[in-house]
């Protein structure tokens, strides 16, 4: 019997685009963008205010910040790894401004990968969030002049889902 893989869940898990070029001899990536959910969500849920959920208070990430993080556990997210494993600072929520050479995390938890328009036009409400993938690229793509160096850095795209 042959395995079917289920289709990608409505709900966005990760996204991670990965900029190399620019390297720092430290290796061969130099910033890490994400755009998901709240698998990755560094605490843009939280900035943004009543749908921050649980991410904001004890006992979320008191196991590795010793205070809560805006990480929907109580420690690092997937994200927090691979960074570290690519030698890049932890990523920092784009909601938190700043800056973002070294990466941006537009993640939100409660974000769908559909734009709201298709859960109203179904009846369905989902007014739990305002950041659905589009709307984090559409953030993404606003960034990426302020990061702009001249030449275009390759990039690398990955997508995980459940």
């Known amino acids: 019997m042959a395995f079917v893989a289920p289709p990608p869940s409505p709900f966005l898990a990760v996204a991670l685009l990965i ?3 620019l390297t720092t001899g430290e290796g061969c990536f130099s910033a890490i963008f994400c755009f998901g959910d709240s698998i990755t969500d ?18 979320y990430g008191r196991t590795f910040f010793g205070r809560p993080t805006g990480r929907y556990t109580d ?21 938190e401004g700043g ?12 974000a769908t990968a559909l734009d709201l328009d298709f859960f109203s036009a179904k009846e369905i409400d989902a007014s739990w969030t305002r950041k659905s993938l589009r709307v984090q690229i559409e953030e993404f793509k606003q960034l990426l002049p302020s990061l702009s160096s ?12 459940p």
């Open 19 to 21: 900029l190399g070029g």
């Open 99 to 110: 800056d973002f050479r070294k990466g941006a995390n537009f993640a939100v938890a409660g």
């Open 150 to 161: 001249g030449k275009p850095a390759p990039f690398y795209f990955f997508y995980l889902f």
């Open 42 to 59: 560094t605490g843009n849920a939280v900035l943004l205010g009543g749908v921050g959920g649980p991410g904001g208070v004890s006992p």
């Open 75 to 95: 420690g690092r997210v997937i994200l927090d790894f691979i960074a570290q494993g690519f030698g890049l600072p932890l990523v920092r929520p784009y909601l």
